[in-house]
């Protein structure tokens, strides 16, 4: 999901370079891995470098032609108009945690490391909302069902009704770097190649950066 807004407007522009309709479908990354588990029908995959290495060892990506695509930092983010904690520091961070009356974090990487951070600082779990698959942590935010969200900055990034306090500070930020690669199932793999190419490559860079990523 973290790759979603990059991806599309990516896949747009290499159509409009290139003549190649490209048909992106996000979903949670435990649901797509899955779902190349299964055998689905697809030409090529974006997940986490750590699960792309996963399944690429496992037979379902092709060998050695995995890319690194991006890469992605954990955000915080607010209700529009609310009061903005600091970031600044990890202390900082714990004690914005602590203040919050409910908190959000997604699954995947940036949840598993939230929630590692909880369980660190004594955050109560009854004051932890996890966001359900395919909800965004802006969306709960800006409803109110949180005062305080983490994600990767690239979903948080545009949204309406948030208001983006910065990233994690150093000490306590987890990088996701996220790879693309061709599925064994590819009906067309030089095709899927040339894409995943395209995305790895510096002309992809300022897009990345716009969406809130660095380049890989």
Not at 122 to 130: M, P, Q
Request: with cysteine.
């Amino acid at each position: 999901m973290a790759t979603r807004h990059i991806l599309a407007d990516l896949a747009a522009d290499y159509e409009a370079r290139h003549g190649t309709h490209v048909e992106i479908r996000s979903m949670g990354g435990v649901e797509a891995a899955k779902s190349v588990r299964a055998g689905e029908a697809t030409d090529i995959v974006v997940l986490a470098s750590k699960v792309m290495a996963t399944l690429e060892a496992e037979g379902h990506l092709a060998k050695g032609a995995t890319r690194d695509f991006a890469r992605s930092e954990i955000g915080v983010a607010v209700r529009k108009g609310s009061a903005l904690p600091s970031v600044a520091s990890e202390q900082a961070v714990k004690q914005a945690m602590l203040n919050a009356r409910r908190l959000c974090y997604s699954t995947g990487p940036s949840g598993d490391h939230l929630k590692a951070l909880c369980e660190k600082w004594g955050v109560s779990s009854a004051r932890v909302l996890i966001a359900p698959p395919g909800v965004p942590v802006a969306t709960l935010v800006a409803n109110g069902d949180a005062d305080l969200g983490f994600q990767q900055l690239s979903e948080l990034t545009g949204q309406q009704g948030i208001e983006v306090v910065g990233t994690l500070p150093p000490e306590i930020q987890a990088v996701t770097v996220f790879s693309a690669g061709i599925s064994i199932a590819s009906r067309d793999p030089e095709v899927a190649r040339a894409f995943v190419t395209y995305l790895a490559s510096a002309a992809t860079d300022d897009e990345k950066r716009r969406h809130g990523m660095l380049p890989a």
